[in-house]
């Protein structure tokens, strides 16, 4: 004759599990690349040399991409408009 089974089993308890959210899963970053005029390069390897040379660790062309970024993202859109239109037409 078969056993009963009683109590909680494992697969009971896997079926009873509460997702709690504890680690939110991020996207995955994918790579962005874009072409700049020589001019911008030799802009964005000055701002490069200066951050680097005023920190005391180094900081990598993409964090300091983040803070290019981040500034903009605080400037009047009207600002960021015209500084735009000045250097692409210029």
């Known amino acids: 004759m078969?056993?009963?089974?009683?109590?909680?089993?494992?697969?009971s308890q896997k079926a009873e599990k509460v997702d709690l959210n504890l680690v939110k899963k991020t996207k995955k970053i994918l790579p962005t690349s874009f072409r700049l005029r020589p001019s911008d390069q030799e802009k964005l390897k000055v701002m490069f040399k200066n951050v680097n040379?005023?920190?005391e660790q180094n900081i990598?062309?993409?964090?300091?991409?983040?803070?290019?970024?981040?500034?903009?993202s605080n400037v009047a859109p009207?600002?960021?408009l015209k500084a735009v239109k000045e250097?692409?037409?210029?």
């Open 78 to 80: 009207d600002r960021l």
């Open 53 to 55: 040379d005023l920190s």
């Open 2 to 11: 078969a056993k009963e089974l009683t109590g909680t089993t494992k697969l």
């Open 87 to 90: 250097s692409y037409f210029s």
């Open 60 to 72: 990598s062309m993409t964090k300091l991409m983040y803070g290019i970024i981040d500034i903009a």
